[in-house]
């Protein structure tokens, strides 16, 4: 047997236990609320930021520009933090979370974070299909999809919690309750107890010191606040609870009335609440207060308080007092009225959403918010208890939507399709319409639904649809490149038909999703990141000239523009560029220079062509006298062997000076020449002997024409020359032996040709090409190679030899052109008009030596004196009577005195006054047989045209010797020598 306890001992013992196991409950129930409010409170957090995602994520892009989708984020990341917060504890200072100790509350908290991850996902996935594919609803219907299960998820975690805080403090308070009660019973029994002990025992072993102290332990242990007062409603009691809430010690508050330390108010209007205490007393039953009553402590401090107050019974059953206990609830009214405003924002949500939502219970219409009203043309009241086929045109589409939908609830939990309503007008709308059941395991409990109006949406899609092809079209046949890449990668997203053509690629997938880099699309790799940077600084580039690479490997000039701009919803930053194919441009441009070049090069031969003309001449008036004197001094018979041998070396350096002028004047194309037709071939024959007899042995000529008729108009003596120039010219290129060829052929130079070679006239020519397997030119030499003293040979060359072909090709209408390379050889090639005329006479040699006296009369007229004397000089030996004028006017005054007979006008062509030709038209009328020779240096503008003489008009070149004066006098006389 146990030991023995009295009945006092037996009672107190009861009481602490009591007492203690209601401490404990206290505890527990403040605990509990401090664990699961701020749990609860996060969940709704959560669901709150989720929803608030969704509904701006929706508005964002039904065009509400003032959602932005930096603020969809935001909502997204505070969800994504909170959740992170219930795992790692961080939902409340110095709090754990004892139920996530259970695994099955664990998994579920870990399994709303899955939600939150799954639905970021699709929130991504449809923001992409926004910018790439608008009109792929795959991604909307799985977004719609996700929300949906979150939001059944998050509810059912929430009721969850709340129903397990709500039992927990359920029970606890009964528990308080009845512990309160057995307290007030046991302390009523251990006073009856203590009073019939004291009656049976006299000697009173528990004095009512002792019950008092009993009484005032009990209640100062109770972890709430009591207070007790008397029948008058004055405190006779407080345990340090109440001190502390009502901020008055025991001392202070006993005999004070009630109301003046226990001072209430309702929370909601801020009025003085009633007193419980005197109610119990006028009813003598046990009264609550309020849920919205709160407490004003002395200090002015509010407290949310939750209260009872009982009656205290005599043994008699008296009243004679009432007890009031009551406790602190403030955080626990925080979570209550932050539940009830989670509960008023969502049905903010649900009236204000821009989203039609509703509840229906077997397809019957329990709840709509103004949306669907609005959407449908319906009044609340109309639609409510009706069946969802009133919003369907026909009974087809109700039931497609019942049956797919359904389908989809089994299968996932939440189902998404498009529909057509019908509103009340009759119109038929686009609907995207989303169900999600209340409880998955019992669709009887009723389905909600959100109603998306997407008509407007279906048609802008038809319309960007349209739109889309007309830009796909235009893009695909833009005559110029489009290429559209990303600015960070490189990576080609999308180019155009131009650039495959262009590029040499078949199908846009060999380029799409490569760099340029990889495919090598740029002639320098480093273009397009100096591109890439001026475009950072600036936004754009325009027109640049950028060479690019095709397949293959040629070198394309491009024209190039670009700019950057966002792709999609990611701000993907791309380059969209334009290239334009100016590769023929640029050749034209550089054939424009090169022709500018050749004009500048022709204006300088020129020039230096006038100024050699210029020198030529008046060289050929002081030459004339020098060998024309040196020859006369030859005929003498007296003159010594030693002075004879000095006047040939004048006269020797005189033809020498002579050659050197006719070659000046070739150059300078201001020679006459005498024209006439003459077969090419017949000319490179003639002068072949005189080639091989003057370049070396080591030198293999070979001469080519296909036939042996290729007529032009020229003077052969210049074509000879010019045969002959270039000849040994090829041969001096030749220093160790090599191969000159020689060609003819007839050619037709068409406007092509003759439009990227200034000066050439299209039309039929006659093709001399001179080659040589020598040495070689750059392009510099070749640029100074027809000037006049210019040299590639140094001091042994004059300069003078190509000068003189230059300037016989010009002056018969030809063209000369030079090619060469350095080490490869030079090949000159002349172009000069192909003679149409048939018959075409041969030279066959010169006119021979014979009587070149003769006694006619010859009027000279030379305005040199020089020339004048020794042309009177030959005239009078070789037997003629000359007459002499100093000029035209001169010659007239002459013949006005003389009255014989006149042969032959002997005249320069250019004098001052009057010229030649003007002196010969005024004798012809007074002498109609007088014959007439021509003399100059060179003729410009009275006989000659572009060098070219007047048929059968007698010309004779400065300086001449005896023997060419003699025979041109004779031939115009008509006496052939013999």
């Known amino acids: 047997m146990g030991p023995k306890y009295s009945p006092s001992l037996r009672i107190a013992l009861l009481t602490a236990a009591i007492v203690s196991v209601m401490l404990y409950s206290s505890f527990m129930m403040r605990s509990a609320t401090e664990c699961y409010a701020p749990l609860i409170s996060t969940v709704q957090k959560i669901k709150y930021e989720i929803a608030m995602t969704h509904l701006q994520f929706e508005e964002h892009f039904n065009k509400d520009r003032s959602v932005t989708l930096e603020s969809v984020w935001k909502h997204l990341e505070l969800a994504e933090k909170y959740a992170g917060s219930i795992l790692k504890n961080e939902y409340g200072p110095n709090l754990k979370f004892i139920s996530l100790k259970n695994t099955s509350s664990q998994e579920a908290i870990e399994q709303l974070i899955e939600k939150i991850s799954s639905f970021k996902n699709k929130l991504l996935a449809r923001e992409q299909s926004y910018a790439t594919l608008p009109t792929d609803q795959s991604k909307t219907v799985a977004f719609h999809s996700t929300f949906d299960k979150f939001l059944f998820f998050s509810d059912n975690i929430e009721t969850s919690l709340e ?6 403090i359920l029970v606890l308070k009964y528990v308080q309750s009845l512990l309160l009660v057995a307290i007030l019973i046991f302390g009523a029994f251990m006073a009856l107890a203590l009073r019939q002990k004291e009656r049976q025992h006299q000697s009173g072993l528990v004095s009512l010191k002792e ?23 004055n405190i006779t009691r407080m345990n340090p609870v109440a001190e502390r809430l009502t901020g008055w010690t025991s001392t202070q508050a006993t005999g004070k009335p009630l109301p003046k330390i226990f001072r209430i108010i309702n929370t909601k209007t801020g009025k003085p609440a009633s007193n419980p205490v005197f109610k119990v007393l006028e009813t003598g039953t046990i009264e609550g207060l309020a849920n919205h009553t709160m407490l004003l402590a002395k200090d002015g401090t509010r407290y949310q308080i939750s209260d009872s107050a009982a009656p205290i019974h005599t043994v008699d059953g008296r009243i004679s007092g009432v007890v009031l206990v009551f406790r602190d609830v403030t955080e626990e009214y925080g979570i209550r009225k932050a539940l009830v405003q989670n509960e008023q924002y969502l049905q903010s949500i649900f009236r204000s959403a821009p989203t039609g939502i509703g509840v229906v219970t077997d397809r019957v219409i329990q709840k709509v918010n103004e949306k669907i009203c609005h959407m449908t043309g319906y009044d609340r009241e109309e639609l409510l208890g009706q069946s969802a086929m009133i919003l369907y045109p ?55 639904f959100t109603a998306l109006d997407i008509t407007d949406r279906k048609q802008t899609e038809t319309l960007l649809h349209l739109s889309l092809e007309k830009y796909e079209k235009t893009f695909q046949a833009a005559p110029v490149w489009v290429e559209l890449s990303s600015l960070e990668t490189d990576r080609y997203i999308e180019v155009n ?30 273009d397009r990141q100096k591109i890439v940077e001026e475009i950072q600084k600036n936004g754009q580039v325009k027109n640049i000239a950028v060479q690019r690479k095709t397949r293959s490997g040629a070198i394309i000039d491009t024209l190039f523009s670009a700019e950057s701009l966002h792709l999609d919803l990611r701000s993907e930053q791309v380059i969209i560029s334009v290239s334009q194919n100016i590769t023929k441009q640029k050749q034209s441009e550089k054939e424009k220079a090169r022709l500018e070049e050749q004009f500048h090069q022709i204006q300088k031969l ?28 030859l005929e003498e018979k007296n003159l010594g062997e030693h002075r004879q041998d000095s006047v040939k070396e004048i006269v020797n350096a005189g033809m020498r000076a002579k050659d050197l002028v006719h070659q000046l004047l070739a150059f300078s194309r201001k020679q006459t020449l005498e024209y006439r037709q003459l077969n090419l071939a017949e000319a490179v024959l003639g002068v072949e002997k005189l080639i091989r007899r003057t370049i070396r042995e080591n030198i293999k000529i070979e001469i080519v024409f296909p036939d042996n008729h290729f007529p032009v108009m020229a003077d052969l003596g210049q074509i000879e020359q010019m045969i002959l120039n270039l000849a040994v010219n090829g041969a001096d290129a030749m220093a160790d032996g090599g191969t000159l060829t020689i060609e003819i052929n007839t050619i037709v130079l068409d406007r092509e040709y003759a439009r990227l070679h200034r000066g050439v006239t299209p039309g ?20 100074h190679i027809f000037e006049p003293f210019f040299s590639t040979k140094g001091e042994e060359g ?32 002349v172009y000069l008009p192909l003679c149409r005329e048939e018959n075409i006479p041969r030279e066959t040699g010169r006119n021979q030596s014979g009587d070149l006296t003769g006694s006619e009369t010859i009027l000279l007229v030379e305005d040199n004196e020089q020339v004048r004397n020794l042309t009177l000089s030959i005239l009078k030996r070789k037997g003629y009577t000359v007459l002499v004028g100093k000029s035209g006017q001169d010659a007239l005054i002459v013949l006005d005195s003389y009255k014989g007979p006149l ?22 009328d007074d002498y109609p047989d007088l014959k007439v020779i021509y003399m100059s240096g060179y003729t410009d503008n009275v006989i000659a045209h572009h060098g070219i003489l007047d048929e059968n008009t007698p010309f004779i070149q400065k300086p001449f010797t005896i023997r060419d004066l003699s025979v041109k006098v004779r031939e115009v006389f008509g006496h052939q020598q013999k």
Not at 219 to 233: F, H, K, Q, Y
Not at 770 to 781: F, Q
Not at 911 to 923: A, I, S, T, V, Y
């Open 163 to 168: 129903t397990e805080l709500n039992e927990k």
């Open 211 to 233: 019950k008092e102290e009993h009484l005032r332990t009990t209640i100062n242990s109770i972890g709430d606040a009591v207070i007790v007062t008397d029948t008058d409603g």
């Open 394 to 448: 026909h009974k087809q589409d109700f039931d497609f939507v019942g049956r797919i939908k359904y389908k989809l609830l089994r299968k996932h939990g939440t189902g998404t399709v498009e529909t057509r309503w019908k509103r009340k007008d009759g119109k038929i709308i686009d609907i995207l319409l989303s169900s999600t059941p209340i409880d998955s395991s019992n669709y009887s409990k009723g389905i909600t």
């Open 497 to 526: 038909d131009t650039f495959l053509k262009t590029m040499g690629y078949s199908s846009p997938e060999e380029v799409i999703g490569r760099t340029s880099r990889e495919i090598g699309t740029w002639a320098n790799p480093d």
């Open 606 to 633: 020129e020039s230096i062509g006038r100024l050699a003309g210029g020198v030529a001449h008046d060289l050929n008036n002081l030459l004339s006298p020098i060998i024309g004197y040196g020859e006369i001094l």
């Open 764 to 783: 039929p020519h006659v093709m001399l090409a001179v080659s040589d397997t020598g040495c070689g030119m750059d392009e510099e030499t070749c640029s």
């Open 798 to 829: 004059t300069g003078l030899g190509l000068a003189t072909v230059y300037g016989i090709v010009k002056q018969h209408q030809g063209n000369i052109w030079v090619y060469s390379e350095p080490g490869k050889g030079t090949t000159f090639k």
């Open 903 to 924: 042969d032959l006008l002997l005249t320069d062509v250019v004098m001052p006054g009057m010229n030649g030709k003007e002196l010969f038209n005024r004798l012809k």
